[in-house]
């Protein structure tokens, strides 16, 4: 069996993981989009932490299970980053547009 | 340290038994599955790729039920692990049979929502919002399916008195399908930003 530690009051995290559902889905209504943003993605990394500290017990974990953890969204990071500049930058010396430009698929080839 | 019971529980050699130290290193792997799905989405999106506002045609209140049964089932698994730790395999079962439950109404709902969308046209090849769509829901769906027959086999396996600490580790697992859909929901369902 896992060690021994006070268990939260899991009712209440999920009680309190409600009454963020219903802020999320009641933000949109305003229609304020940068509000809906908030609401929708700020609250969503306030309920992914309540999850993960209460009912995964993470707050409860050695710190290797954290940096694993960080590690891993540190490396999505560098690939966001990464992939970032090819998606989003379309103009520029270097810039070829494949699309367009048929012959340059097959230069590459 | 006891060297009693499985070896998932006793054996460690970072401080966290290696039976859930294994199910964070899957769930660390599992952050680039679900992670690189997401980034792919967000870079489409920003880029104004054509497509995205088909976002204002899924069901916000199908997304929004679907979120409370997943976080009614988180709860539900976490209580079965508090109720094992007590030596309570019979209430753990139970607690593990209403999580399963939930996740029938989970893919209930979502079949209903699948089945509208396609029969509206909006299949995998549509557009490049509708094929992120059904990737990033369906592979979600498969973890869901995954996880309710794991602990369906747990649950069986606790009320013969075996391998109590399995509750745990699925419990870790249920909650992390819990946490893909918590972003899944605003990405897909909310912010058609």
Redesign the interface.
Known sequence: MSETYAHPNYIKIWFWLLILLALSVAGPMLEIPALTILTAFGIAVVKAFLVAANFMHLKFEKKIIWFLLILSMCLLGVFFFGAAPDVMMTEGDQWIDCIADKSCVEQRL | MSTHGPIA?HRSA????SG??AI??L???E??IF??LV??F???K??GTPGFEDASLTS?AAG?IN??VL??S??SI??AH?AI?KGDSAKSFTYIWYTIGGGFVFLGIKAYEYTGKILHGHTLTDNLFWSFYYTMTGLHALHVIGGMVIMALISFDIRKGHN??RV?LI??YW??V??VW??L??LLY??N?
């Open positions: 529980t970072t401080g966290v038994p859930r130290l964070w290193w769930l660390a792997s952050i680039f992670g690189g980034v792919c967000v870079l489409f920003l880029n916000t929004a979120t409370f976080l009614t988180s709860l976490v209580l508090a730790e109590y600490q745990e419990g870790i909650h992390f819990d946490l918590i972003f929901f605003p909310i912010a930003f």
